[in-house]
């Protein structure tokens, strides 16, 4: 992509045989919604400690550590949080990351309420792909379940600034949750189902441990796509790469595409190449870790990348995670980081 050269030390694989391919990269624990199945408003109220600035990494630190990942491996990186919108000046960190040389891809995921003026910024920044989180089109809903009362029409108006800013393609992701939000599944699929979007519908998860998962507020998968085949004849895509997490299918009459991430029923642990690093710069080498590996201590005082990398590979090379293939009654009550935190 740039200029900005990276350490070159590949990653081994690890336990199970898997590369690290993709990078989420968290760029604040804050968030302006309360979504009730990610941060809850109970535990996330006035007195939740949130991070310090001096804890957070500065966007050197960021794109040091991006770039050590990349000589790693990494092709793919994702920036989020928490709300990424909120960290202040998240263009010239777009810009900064856009230079790593040899990172073939760089996306954004968001909750979409300051899109309408960050768009523009982003796309000039170089910001190619962007996901916008959008749980439902009805009103009253979308305000339920943000839990801010925030209006949908101020996503939808974020949404088409990004059109208007040179965005080919929204991705929009649903989380469906049983009893809440699946009788918006259609209504999602019809106003998204032009070439300009790819929605993807998610099972509800038991990330963290705050959202009081149960399995019976899952909307499986199965049961989403005979939803949708009640109004849409479906043809299903071949996986554009190994690692996907989502199952693609296309409107059969040629409309846009439908992915269906399915990480409760159909686990997709075996092909996982993801590495995620926080805003306060841990490693998590899973979604439902509940233990990081502290970087930003190494970023603070060891000036050779390659000895960075090298601790990075060593930590990479010991995974052995695969929750989702092993959940049940036990594991779900362990432990665990919770997703805002963590960088989801
Ligand atoms: N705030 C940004 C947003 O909402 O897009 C980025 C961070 S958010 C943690 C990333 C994604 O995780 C969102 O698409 C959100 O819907 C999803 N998510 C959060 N909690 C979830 C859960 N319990 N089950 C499934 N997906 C969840
Ligand atoms: Fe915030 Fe995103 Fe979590 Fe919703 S899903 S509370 S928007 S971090
Ligand atoms: Fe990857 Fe962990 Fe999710 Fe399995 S449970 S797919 S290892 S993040």
């Not at 630190?61 to 994702?78: D, P, Q, Y």
Request: charged share 25%; glycine share 8%; hydrophobic share 40%.
């Amino acid at each position: 992509m740039g200029t900005d050269s990276p350490v070159i030390t590949t990653a081994t694989p690890d336990q199970l045989g898997r590369k690290v391919h993709d990078l989420r990269l968290s760029v604040t624990d804050r968030c302006n919604f309360r979504c009730t199945y990610c941060m809850p408003k109970e535990i996330f109220g006035h007195a939740h400690p949130f991070l310090p600035k001096s804890e957070i990494l500065t966007f050197e630190e960021m794109v040091r550590i991006s770039r050590i990942f990349v000589g790693l491996g990494v092709g793919k990186i994702r920036v989020t949080g928490g709300e990424p919108l909120l960290r202040r000046d998240l263009p010239k960190l777009i810009e900064m990351l856009m230079a790593i040389e040899g990172l073939q891809d760089l996306a954004l995921t968001t909750n979409g309420s300051a899109l309408a003026s960050l768009a523009r910024p982003l796309r000039q920044a170089g910001l190619k792909r962007i996901t916008v989180s959008l749980d439902a089109l009805d009103d009253t809903v979308f305000r339920a379940m943000n839990d801010v009362d925030f209006p949908v029409e101020r996503v939808l108006a974020g949404m088409e600034a990004a059109l208007d800013a040179g965005f080919a393609v929204i991705k929009v992701n649903m989380v469906v949750k049983r009893g809440v939000n699946e009788h918006e599944i259609l209504p999602m699929a019809r106003r998204f189902s032009g070439p300009q979007y790819i929605l993807r519908f998610i099972e509800f998860m038991d990330v963290g441990n705050t959202n009081r998962w149960l399995m019976n507020e899952v909307v499986t998968a199965s049961q989403i796509i005979d939803i949708l085949h009640q109004e849409f004849p479906l043809e299903s895509l071949p996986a554009t790469y190994s690692g996907e997490v989502a199952r693609r299918f296309r409107h059969a009459d040629g409309g846009g595409e439908i992915g269906i991430i399915s990480s409760v029923t159909q686990p997709f642990c075996s092909q996982c190449s993801r590495a995620r690093v926080s805003a306060e710069g841990r490693l998590y080498t899973c979604l439902f870790a509940s233990q990081g590996h502290d970087l930003r201590a190494l970023l603070r005082q060891e000036p050779d990348d390659a000895k960075i990398a090298g601790v990075i590979s060593q930590i990479w090379a010991a995974r052995n995670d695969r929750y989702s293939e092993l959940r049940s009654e036990t594991t779900q009550h362990a432990p665990k980081v919770e997703m805002s935190r963590m960088g989801g």
